[in-house]
């Protein structure tokens, strides 16, 4: 058993309880999939699976499978005429910035946005 389910759950089924495209959560699971957080499961049975225990997935992992560009470095090009504005800025903001992002994306699980928002009988789905 992955990601506290044993048996896979298909993109229809997903999409028709949700009321969004399936072409849509296609893309979004491909996504997932090529980046380690997803397994998927060919056949009739099959459908996709957590890769890991939803208390092992974090939010920062699943925005950067969605979108690699998200979480790339601050562009400071516009401060090319002023370097030690540049400097200062990248130091002292940019940095810190990206870093607590980061640390505060990756301190919240799927476990946790879970016990939050579902009814303990009722499945999460990515």
Known sequence: MVGGRDEPVSVATIAERLGLSKVYLEQIFSALRKNGLLIS???????????????EVTVYE??????SGLFEKTDTDFLESRLDLKGALEENVFSVLDKKIRETLSSVSLA??????????????I
């Open 112 to 125: 946790d946005l879970n016990e939050q928002v579902a009814p303990p009988d009722i499945m999460y789905y």
């Open 41 to 55: 499961l060919k056949g009739n049975q099959g459908g996709y699976l957590l890769a890991k225990e939803p208390k």
């Open 62 to 67: 699943i925005l950067s499978a969605l979108d």
